[in-house]
């Protein structure tokens, strides 16, 4: 008995993401569960929630609905399930897939998957303590760095504030940008940051913001007029 090959796999390589995709409510429960564990770092997240809308949506044409199956039952397996299949597709990762997806099917996402989107996004996806995990954040790449990558002269800096953040773009540049003044604050810290050892600095209202324990790991001290600032930006640096 033989099986057909096709590009070097065969029909049997796409089985686990079909038989998903063909599975619609399991397909449905795998997605909220593994799209609710890790949204707050998927920097696609929108996009992504837009094509759960429309491949579940009734009035999505079926062709349509197929391809985004696939692309969702994609990102729901682990890549264990078909480690040889996305190098052969030329997708290397789960990003790679959806906006392949998405540039097939676009003219059928609707302004309203988006909409119930970004509401979905508002309702459930803030991330508890943010300053204090990016303060944390800090201090262990600091750490790390110099020991690890020693050849590399990072600096580190952190802000806090609101931001804008989402996928910019079309068909032939499509990518991931993060957008506001606390942007801008850290880019000037971290140029900052390079003068000094260890290559770490943060803003007073990160730490300010931060709860115990790790508002006590750092020290607010000085202030300096970054560029592009209209007002002097109070420091602090890992105590």
């Known amino acids: 008995m033989t099986t057909e090959r096709m590009d070097g796999f065969t029909a049997e390589d796409f089985e686990p993401a079909r038989k998903l995709a063909q599975d619609r409510e399991g397909l449905r429960k795998r ?86 989107a970004r509401a979905t996004l508002a309702r459930g996806t803030e991330i508890d303590d943010a300053a204090g995990r990016a303060l944390a954040t800090a201090r262990t790449l600091a750490h790390r760095l110099p020991i690890e990558v020693p050849e590399l002269d990072a600096g580190i800096g952190v802000a806090f504030g609101p931001a804008v953040a989402g996928n910019i773009g079309d068909e032939r540049r499509f990518e991931f940008t993060v957008i506001g003044d606390p942007v801008n604050e850290a880019a000037r810290l971290t140029e900052l940051a390079k003068t000094r050892r260890p290559m770490v600095l943060a803003s007073a209202e990160v730490v300010d913001a931060a709860p115990p324990p790790e508002c006590t790991r750092w020290l607010v001290a000085g202030s300096a007029e970054l560029r592009g600032r209209t007002r002097p930006t109070r420091l602090a640096f890992p105590a």
């Not at 770092?41 to 491949?55: G, I, K, Q, T």
């Not at 040889?84 to 990762?93: E, S």
């Open 31 to 116: 997605f909220k569960a593994k799209f609710k564990r890790i949204a707050a770092r998927l920097p696609f997240a929108e996009d992504l929630l837009a094509a759960y809308y429309c491949a579940f949506d009734r009035d999505t044409p079926r062709h349509v609905q197929l391809s985004l199956l696939g692309a969702l039952a994609y990102f729901v397996l682990p890549l264990d399930f078909m480690p040889d299949l996305l190098p052969v597709l030329g997708f290397t990762d789960d990003a790679a897939v959806l906006v392949a997806a998405l540039r097939m099917v676009a003219a059928n996402i609707r302004p309203d998957h988006r909409e119930a």
